[in-house]
């Protein structure tokens, strides 16, 4: 028999962060294998059958293998319905994948450039160099990205009403940048948002196994 879904992923890693959140989300039974792409070995050829990118994180599940954290939270939450992390109009699915391409092609990136300069945990492990025109040109960029997501909560608790993955994937880059000492203040609505997603029991179970020492 093939064994069930196995995640491989790395402490200090946003992009695992949104994986693992999303498995405990949706209840689903996985196996833990935590990696340390700082070493040579976790590039090698029997993971990168696994991810040819050599990243984390990477999901199995008996003989389909898949990369790309946000293209593993889909696949988990279609597996599991019951978690309900993705709303059932195709509408509605659609508007959740919309965020996630948001997620990915504009908040992540000026979030990574403002963590590498300010998130000192995240600098040790990662052995990262400050760069403070990239600094700056990530929170210019977040000045124009977080009234998008302000403007998208007013009136309700979740970016598509019901929490689901359009929120799970805002929550590992935020609270990185957020450790760093970047002030969601002036976004009250974001604010909000955002602490309730991190009070959420599958996201504090997740930072103690990736954030904490």
Not at 54 to 79: H, M, Q, T
Request: net charge neutral.
């Amino acid at each position: 028999m093939l064994p069930g879904m196995e995640l491989f992923f790395s402490r200090m890693s946003g992009n695992s962060g949104r994986a693992v959140f999303a498995l405990i989300e949706s209840g689903a039974a996985w196996q833990q294998h935590p990696l340390d792409p700082r070493v040579a070995r976790d590039r090698e050829p029997q993971y990168l059958a696994l991810n040819p990118m050599g990243k984390v994180p990477a999901l199995r599940d008996g003989a389909f293998c898949l990369w790309e954290s946000n293209a593993i939270n889909w696949y988990v939450a279609e597996k599991h319905p019951h978690s309900a992390l993705l709303p059932a109009s195709p509408e509605a699915r659609a508007s959740v994948q919309r965020w996630l391409y948001f997620q990915a092609g504009h908040i992540s990136p000026a979030c990574v450039s403002v963590f590498r300069a300010s998130n000192a945990r995240m600098q040790a492990f990662w052995n990262m160099r400050a760069d403070a025109r990239a600094e700056e040109l990530g929170r210019k960029e977040l000045e124009r990205f977080l009234p998008v997501l302000e403007s998208a909560l007013e009136g309700r608790d979740w970016l598509e009403h019901e929490f689901s993955l359009a929120d799970i994937a805002y929550a590992p880059h935020f609270q990185l940048i957020a450790e760093g000492g970047f002030s969601f203040a002036p976004y009250p609505r974001v604010a909000a948002w955002l602490e309730r997603l991190w009070a959420r029991p599958a996201w504090q179970q997740t930072t103690r196994l990736l954030y904490e020492a």
